[in-house]
């Protein structure tokens, strides 16, 4: 199979991902769609601070770096871009809303499915802003709760640039609460499953949700690693996909990073290397063999951001 992924320096082969993380941050900003722009920070700042984790994490192996910061959050695919440049790694980054306030803009509500949609995908075709860069897929977000108009809509517009562009479409989601209902609008698009990734899956209070998604043929994604009381709990997790054959359906990240725009020096930053040196370990001490290792680290996330 020829497939292809895009990074922010253009096509690669899925061949050439090698060990992915494939849900981090370099940078955010959490002010709002309002207020936020570039004029908020400095990007020598930013790449010069968050240079050395990335050169960290390419020097214990990993190849590919998914950047999931969405618009209006400080996404920002120049720096990316210039990182790109500064080490070896491939770095993909995503078009999309987060559909969560206050991250919304306004012409979000006021404008249908087809002109958000439109937008998406002429980033896709043509680059972000005047960049020529390109997203890797598509971000989104949705609250805990019942659906909103706003998040159903996001979630829509999502499905028409996915059928346009193969890009998958990851969701943010508050507990998991709305995972089957955000399918169930996908599947009225005629959106696979397996082009969905279920962001925040480590609810291991919820591991019937998470079967249920898993049967449908989505990816689930576990990327709180390194998070406070979470490895147990993704090992927990793992362990039961593999014991019902979802292994090919896993994928392993740590939400880690980031410059906060706003704090000093972008605040206090989680490293992106203990997945390598800490948790890789903490799967073979758990007795799980080389190859799901590689399938959860090279395989299964090339398969995920494939088009
Ligand atoms: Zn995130």
Same mark, same amino acid.
């Given at each position: ?7 922010? #320096? ?10 992915? *993380?494939?849900?981090? %941050?370099?940078?955010?900003?959490? !002010? ?47 720096? *990316? ?22 991250? !919304? ?13 439109? %937008? ?46 193969? *890009?998958? !479409? ?13 399918? $169930? ?14 962001? %925040?899956?480590? !609810?291991?209070?919820?591991?019937? *949700? ?9 990816? =689930? ?41 706003? &704090? ?15 948790? =890789? ?8 063999? &080389?190859?799901?290792?590689? $399938? ?6 090339? #398969?995920?951001?494939?088009?």
């Amino acid at each position: 199979m020829n497939s292809k992924i895009i990074t922010v #320096t253009g096509e690669i082969s899925s061949k050439e991902m090698g060990i992915t *993380l494939p849900h981090e %941050h370099i940078l955010v900003d959490f !002010i709002g769609a309002e207020k936020t722009g570039k004029y908020r920070y400095n990007p020598e700042e930013v790449i010069n601070i968050m240079f050395p984790y990335l050169l960290d994490i390419q020097k214990l192996g990993v190849k590919t770096f998914i950047d999931c910061t969405p618009m209006y959050l400080a996404r920002d695919v120049k720096i *990316l871009q210039e990182l790109v440049n500064k080490t070896n790694l491939n770095i993909l980054t995503n078009t999309g809303l987060y559909g969560r306030e206050p991250y !919304i803009p306004k012409h979000a509500y006021t404008a249908s499915i087809e002109e958000l949609a439109d %937008h998406w995908i002429r980033e896709a075709k043509e680059g972000i802003e005047d960049t020529g860069i390109k997203p890797g897929f598509i971000k989104t977000a949705v609250n805990g709760g019942e659906f909103t108009k706003i998040e159903k809509k996001l979630i829509e517009v999502a499905a028409v640039a996915s059928n346009e562009t193969n *890009l998958t !479409i990851a969701t943010h989601t508050c507990f998991g609460e709305k995972a089957l209902q955000i399918l $169930k609008v996908l599947k009225d698009y005629n959106v696979n499953s397996q082009e969905w990734i279920f962001v %925040h899956a480590n !609810i291991e209070e919820k591991v019937d *949700l998470i079967l249920q998604v898993a049967e449908q043929g989505a990816w =689930i994604e576990l990327d709180g690693v390194g998070q406070e009381g979470q490895d147990e709990k993704i090992l927990n997790i793992i362990d039961i996909l593999i014991d019902q054959n979802y292994e090919d359906q896993i994928l392993l990240s740590q939400d880690a990073g980031c410059y906060f725009v706003g &704090e000093p020096n972008g605040g206090e930053i989680r490293p992106f290397s203990p997945f390598i040196t800490e948790f =890789i370990p903490a799967l073979r001490d758990r007795g799980i063999q &080389e190859d799901l290792i590689q $399938k959860f680290t090279v395989n299964n996330p090339a #398969t995920a951001f494939s088009i």
